[in-house]
Structures are given as C-alpha cells and as structure tokens.
T-cell receptor
C-alpha cells in the first residue's frame, strides 16, 4: 500500500539558512500534519491542514510556515535556521471524511541537521 | 488540555516473555487512543487504535491494548515478545474533530534479550 512520502530524507543546512521540507500524503487523504521530534524526545505537533486550509496550530515558531497545495501535498518552510531546529520532522496524513475518526499515518521523516 | 504519561522510560524483557507497556492519559472527553512503534531513525508505525466500542483492541504484530476508562489507561500487551520487537513505543491521545493533533507520551524503549 502507498505510504506518506517525505523529501528530502536528510538535509544539512548552516545557521540562518532556509529549508523546505515536502510531504506527499497517501492518495485520497485530505489532511496533513507536521510534527517535530528532537533527539530522544517525543514528537511535538506543529501544524495541520485540512482541504488546504490550516486547521490546527501547535508550537510552531514564527520562522516556520507551511501550506497545503491543490494536489494535497504540503511544504514546511523554515527560515533563519537555528541549531535547535535540528530534529526529525514527520509528516502524517489522514482521511478525515465525515466520521471524525481519522487515523494519522506517518511518513519516514526528514532529518534536518543545522550546523 | 490533553496529556499522556508513559511511566516506564526503559523496559527489558527476555525473548518469549510477556510484555505490558503502561499508558495513562488525561482528556476531558472520550479520547481517541493510539500506540505507535518507532525503530531507530525510522518513522512511526501504527500498532493499534481505540475510538469506541470493544475496550480490548487487537493490532498488528500480535499486540493488543485495553482501554480502561476508570483508570484512564490504555496499556499495550503482547503475550510473547520477539527480538524484532525491540524499539521505542509511543502512546498518543487525540481529540475528535477535523485534523486534530496527537499528543504523545515520552515513549518507552523496549530492549529484548535473547
């Protein structure tokens, strides 16, 4: 079965640079979520989109922005990168439908290293 | 606010032994509960979920979990552990509603000895 695709899988950036992470949800899924997992930490919710509209927002820094496009893929844009942004960034997708019991399926993650 | 507590940071069991990983949640309404497993450097794989109905839910890889509302718990069990089960296990709680976030526990690292 098709899974969530994230690209790139690994990314190395210098401080103050920008980065763009991409997420391609499972076909027919209409909702995308972004999470950040620091070393030895649990995943922390950043932001979600349903039908291309922002739906929920967590502890996402103002330096980060995200959007969901017409084909449902999503991009997380990160500017003025800091050392503390080094983490594993997960995208998850779900099909919301009408029963409110959407299950989130996670991608393999993008490992961002800021030097 | 929703929260999850996984009291055990690290557990070691022998291959073939039974396993129980503890999870306690805090949520004001009926919770949606999940267990995910993560191998080192890998993504999160869904093991099982509870939305409603039967409080004993079966998942993949021989795992099961039982929802106990009175104890606010959703413990994960497996009758016989295999060496390949060594990984990090995360319990998560979600809210009803469109595109609602998951709140994860801090995880339990399972080590399996041969």
């Amino acid at each position: 079965a098709a899974g969530v695709i994230q690209s790139p899988r690994h990314l190395i950036k210098e401080k103050r640079e920008t980065a763009t992470l991409k997420c391609y949800p499972i076909p027919r899924h209409d909702t995308v979520y972004w999470y950040q997992q620091g070393p030895g930490q649990d995943p922390q919710f950043l932001i979600s989109f349903y039908e291309k509209m922002q739906s929920d927002k967590g502890s996402i820094p103002d330096r980060f922005s995200a959007q969901q496009f017409s084909d449902y893929h999503s991009e997380l844009n990160m500017s003025s990168l800091e050392l503390g942004d080094s983490a594993l960034y997960f995208c998850a997708s779900s099909f919301t439908g009408g029963d409110l019991t959407d299950t989130q399926y996670f991608g393999p993650g993008t490992r961002l290293t800021v030097l | 606010a929703q929260s999850v507590t996984q009291p055990d940071i690290h557990i070691t069991v022998s291959e073939g032994a039974s396993l129980e990983l503890r999870c306690n949640y805090s949520y004001g309404a009926t919770p949606y509960l999940f267990w995910y497993v993560q191998s080192p450097g890998q993504g999160l794989q869904l093991l099982l979920k509870y939305f409603s109905g039967d409080t004993l839910v079966q998942g993949i890889k021989g795992f099961e979990a039982e929802f106990k509302r009175s104890q606010s718990s959703f413990n994960l069990r497996k009758p016989s552990v295999h060496w390949s089960d060594a990984a990090e296990y995360f319990c998560a709680v979600g809210a009803a509603g469109t595109a609602s976030k998951l709140t994860f526990g801090t995880g339990t690292r399972l080590q399996v000895t041969l």
